[in-house]
């Protein structure tokens, strides 16, 4: 799991371990944007190992197989996902209508096997959107000609719908959010945490970003970046930012406790439950734009 790697490598970087001998890291499990990739990386170099690829993979376990990336250098970008033509059959799809979208566009990945055994799913809609589309050009990386999957992947169920006041929603797309927070500078560890306000079913949705800072960057300075990134992608401001530090923030995530981090925790559902933790500062309130 990309997350949980990245908490390993910190937590020996605070341990000042030395691990020289590291070449490659393969991801699968969770998405694994630019920003996280970076951030691997440097702390790799703190470890002693340069020039670590950090490759991704992808996979669902209906498909029994994954596909993988090319090692790229930091500046060339991600490969694409390789795929196999010949165990199965990937096509996209519009997700609204099911309809096979032109080569190149974007659309949900649809899978049928061609060599499967036991139970076997055909065109299986994995509700994955690649944005990128597909392609069967050469990989400029390593020139095969078999058909890329290219990224960035999400998933439909990541777009959610937030009532922020008692009158109509508003759709806030979690998977750019994930990403624009992962490349964030300053920051260790976070968790979009979603409430009903006063605990009541009928009231306004809230959402409050818990972080915690990574070295020492000025809490105030580091509370205006992230009002500005989120609003830029989700046109709204949370409602308070918690700060933590790096262990307490793990304990929300559920590191070494889940299966995946829980980077969304969605409490609306669970009413009358008290909030993760509590801040080491002030909350800074901002309404939703």
């Given at each position: 799991m990309p997350t949980f790697v990245y908490h390993v490598l910190?937590?020996?970087?605070e341990e000042n371990r030395h691990w020289t001998s590291l070449k490659r890291?393969?991801?699968?499990?969770?998405?694994?944007?630019q920003g996280l990739r970076a951030k691997l990386r440097e702390l790799c170099a703190q470890l002693g190992s340069l020039g670590v690829y950090v490759i991704s993979i992808y996979a669902f376990t209906e498909?029994?197989?994954?596909?993988?990336?090319?090692?790229?250098?930091?500046?060339?970008?991600?490969?694409?996902?390789?795929?196999?033509?010949?165990?199965?059959?990937?096509?996209?799809?519009?997700?609204?209508?099911?309809?096979?979208v032109p080569p190149g566009a974007p659309g949900?990945?649809?899978?049928?096997?061609?060599?499967?055994?036991?139970?076997?799913?055909?065109?299986?809609?994995?509700g994955d959107m690649a944005e990128g589309g597909l392609t069967w050009d050469a990989c400029p990386h390593c020139g095969r000609r078999c058909p890329r999957l290219l990224g960035p992947i999400s998933r439909a169920?990541?777009?959610?719908?937030?009532?922020?006041?008692?009158?109509?929603g508003t759709l806030v797309d979690?998977?750019?959010?994930?990403?624009?927070?992962?490349?964030?500078?300053?920051?260790?560890?976070?968790?979009?945490e979603l409430r009903k306000r006063h605990d009541d079913p009928l009231e306004c949705d809230e959402v409050?970003?818990?972080v915690a800072p990574d070295g020492n960057i000025n809490e105030d300075t580091l509370k205006d970046l992230l009002i500005r990134r989120f609003h830029e992608v989700t046109e709204m401001t949370p409602n308070a930012i918690l700060f933590h530090t790096v262990p307490e923030l793990r304990n929300l995530l559920g590191v070494g406790r889940l299966l995946k981090e829980e980077k969304v925790a969605d409490r609306r559902q669970g009413l009358g439950q008290p909030g993760h933790g509590q801040s080491q500062s002030q909350?800074?309130?901002?309404?939703p734009g």
């Open positions: 910190r937590q020996a970087v890291i393969v991801l699968g499990g969770e998405k694994t944007p498909a029994k197989m994954a596909w993988t990336e090319c090692p790229t250098l930091p500046h060339e970008g991600a490969s694409g996902f390789h795929l196999y033509p010949d165990l199965g059959f990937i096509e996209l799809v519009d997700p609204k209508t099911g309809v096979p949900e990945i649809v899978f049928t096997p061609l060599d499967a055994r036991g139970t076997v799913a055909m065109r299986y809609r994995t169920s990541e777009v959610r719908t937030l009532r922020l006041d008692k009158i109509k979690f998977n750019m959010l994930e990403h624009l927070l992962d490349d964030q500078r300053g920051l260790a560890a976070w968790q979009i409050y970003l818990h909350p800074q309130t901002a309404t």
